[in-house]
Antibody, heavy 119, light 113 residues
Framework: EVQLVESGGALVQPGGSLRLSCAAS????????MTWVRQAPGRGLEWVAK????????YYVDSVEGRFTISRDNAKNSLYLQMNSLRAEDTAVYYC????????????WGQGTMVIVSS | DIVMTQSPGSLAVPLGERATINCRSS????????????LAWYQQKPGQSPKLLIY???TRVSGVPDRFSGSGSGTNFTLTINSLQAEDVAVYYC?????????FGQGTRLEIK
């Protein structure tokens, strides 16, 4: 059974940093692109970043470019999101999701981890 | 960037009736080389993560009831839910994956009238 379990969400002050993790199981992690999607409270879905199978290709939404870094450790079946210079508008539930390899639709999602940026 | 616009923002439909949700992309998301539309639909029930329903604009994911169907091409797409059931109450999102920078519509909240 495919499982994605996020962790690392917390309350952090503006300007602070946080590292999110996503533990994957039930599939060959190293064979799939992986994606982070976020959802601000009461709002819609926003794509954040994606990474290819070996970590050599990374893409970001403009609003996080230069502040967030996506990475992965295939030996640990884990996906990460390093978030620096956090802003109030980064407050959201962050989901990791598996890219189906059709181009970018997402067939499995984790339960999400909450990040609150507030003083 | 490709902007996805859904309509309506919310709708209420009686049980057993049809619900129709529209999605428009700011650019064509039809690949001329594969003749496939890079469009997916998701369902998000309250308190849950999104669930993939349809990809390539009209292909249902295995296990999704056949009352869910997708149609459209190029820039205009539709999700149709026939014979609405109580468990279909959710927010529905379209998503384009034609561009490396994927994007979602703002969502359509579906309720029972």
């Amino acid at each position: 059974e495919v499982q994605l379990v996020e962790s690392g969400g917390a309350l952090v002050q503006p300007g602070g940093s946080l590292r999110l993790s996503c533990a994957a199981s039930g599939f060959t992690f190293s064979s799939y692109w992986m994606t982070w999607v976020r959802q601000a409270p009461g709002r819609g879905l926003e794509w954040v970043a994606k990474i290819n199978q070996d970590g050599s290709e990374k893409y970001y939404v403009d609003s996080v470019e230069g502040r967030f870094t996506i990475s992965r450790d295939n030996a640990k079946n884990s996906l990460y999101l390093q978030m620096n210079s956090l802003r109030a508008e980064d407050t959201a539930v962050y989901y990791c999701a598996r890219d189906v390899d059709r181009g970018g639709d997402l067939d499995y999602w984790g339960q999400g981890t909450m990040v609150i940026v507030s003083s | 960037d490709i902007v996805m616009t859904q309509s309506p923002g919310s709708l209420a439909v009686p049980l057993g009736e049809r619900a129709t949700i529209n999605c428009r992309s700011s650019l064509s998301i039809l690949s001329t080389s594969t003749n496939k539309n890079f469009l997916a639909w998701y369902q998000q029930k309250p308190g849950q993560s999104p669930k993939l329903l349809i990809y390539w604009a009209s292909t249902r994911v295995s296990g999704v009831p056949d009352r869910f169907s997708g149609s459209g091409s190029g820039t205009n797409f539709t999700l149709t839910i026939n014979s609405l059931q109580a468990e279909d109450v959710a927010v529905y999102y379209c998503q384009q994956y034609f561009s490396t920078s994927i994007s979602f519509g703002q969502g359509t909240r579906l309720e029972i009238k």
